[in-house]
């Protein structure tokens, strides 16, 4: 699993697109959080990241499809998949590889915001009058929420060989997942289960860890989500084998 995972952390980090797909999202994040009147921290009047927080969310459903549209689906395309397979691994191994590997991209992507957090807190007055647990809670709730959307990517990408499809795959199913579950129980019809609805949305999830509690309830949603996605792949692979 780690030469699976080194490869595809190596393929991504030689390559031009892998460069480019970081800075548009730390270009983005960046105008909105510091430049954008209607986001901007500094016109905000206080020292909060809600703004980064809040729009994070759906720069990722852009972001992550973009890195895990290739995973399976090149290999397929180019006919290494089957190879791949043949070789002394299993397909969770190689599941596995390109998953990780697509999370620590996530987080190399996330790392350098946090410039963001340290430019807050020493803007507040005084210096560090700032909800650091509420930060935490946020930024963890902000990568469980990208590991979601890394592991729908690479069940999608096991779809097709079609990159492009791939894409816009994981797109739909990461914007479904995210606000739609939240969209349609503001239908007036569901009544007692609007609730239930709303709390299998990842939107309801992500906003519970940003309040700075780290509920075990949330966590276990994430990882549920994660294995189910994955355990998608492997029986899309098993299915070709």
């Known amino acids: 699993m780690f030469a699976i ?11 031009l697109v892998g460069y480019v797909v970081m800075a548009v999202f730390l270009t983005a994040m960046g105008l909105l959080v510091w430049l954008f009147p209607d986001t901007s921290v500094l016109d905000a009047g206080y020292a909060d990241m809600a703004s980064f927080f809040r729009l994070a969310p759906y720069v990722f459903l852009f972001l992550v499809p973009a890195i895990t549209m290739r995973l399976i689906a090149e290999e397929r395309k180019s006919g290494t998949l089957e190879l791949l397979l043949t070789k002394p691994l299993t397909e969770w191994q190689v599941i ?9 991209l996530l987080l190399i992507s996330l790392l350098p915001t946090l410039l963001y957090y340290f430019s807050v807190y020493r803007l507040g007055n005084p210096p ?9 809670g946020s930024y963890l709730g902000l990568f469980l929420l990208g590991c ?12 097709t060989d079609n990159q492009i ?7 739909f199913v990461c914007f479904l997942l995210y606000v739609g579950f939240s ?22 999830q992500y906003n519970a860890l940003g ?18 996605a994955l355990a998608g ?6 299915k070709r084998s």
Do not use: M, P
């Open 211 to 228: 309040r700075g509690l780290i509920d075990s309830r949330n966590l276990v949603y994430f990882i549920s989500l994660i294995l189910l």
């Open 96 to 104: 596995g590889g390109k998953f990780l590997a697509a999370c620590f």
């Open 148 to 159: 979601v959307f890394a592991a729908i990517g690479v069940y999608t990408s096991s779809l």
């Open 128 to 136: 560090g009058n700032i909800d650091s647990a509420s930060v935490q």
């Open 183 to 204: 969209s349609i129980a503001g239908l007036e019809w569901w009544e007692g289960a609007a609730y239930w609805l709303e709390w299998l949305g990842l939107d309801t």
């Open 5 to 15: 995972f080194r490869k595809e952390v190596h393929s991504f980090l030689s390559s």
């Open 165 to 171: 499809v791939a894409f816009l795959l994981g797109v």
């Open 233 to 238: 792949t492997y029986a899309r692979l098993r």
